[in-house]
């Protein structure tokens, strides 16, 4: 009786961690014009993997709609491809806001019960921002880099 209650039990743990490991992958940082391409075809082709990136993409909620975005977009792109990209395509970067993965993060935020019926200008604001930002950031990251090699070299 109880190898058959632990059996269950192991069988209901691998399922639960089965569940768990669906999400395992969903996000990945995407780095490369490449891994954007195959994130969009998978975004079109496959409606469960859609689903599964809106939903985690959900999890990442802030205190504030910046905060969110800023968020989001940490978990979703490297800054050195942000680079590539203006949300409308301004000096000749290529155009963010046609992509499915913008569309993906304004379905995402709109699941989220704080700015469920914030408007879309709003959520451009801090996402326009963040990707503005992006060669600044790079920029910083650099300079941190050298000083604590300058001060390490001491």
Known sequence: MQEKM????CDHTTSVNTGEDMFENVLMCIDNDECLNEMEEKLVSDMSHRKKVIKELARLR???LSE???KIMQALFTDD??????YIGFKGKKNFSTLQICSIIFESIRQMKPFSAVPNVEVEKPLKNWM????????????KKVLT???NSI
């Open 81 to 86: 491809l942000l680079t590539k990209y203006s």
């Open 68 to 70: 969110t975005v800023r």
């Open 149 to 151: 090699s300058d001060t």
């Open 132 to 143: 503005a930002q992006a060669s600044n950031r790079i920029k910083k990251t650099v300079e």
């Open 6 to 9: 632990y059996e269950k039990l």
């Open 62 to 64: 802030g205190q504030t």
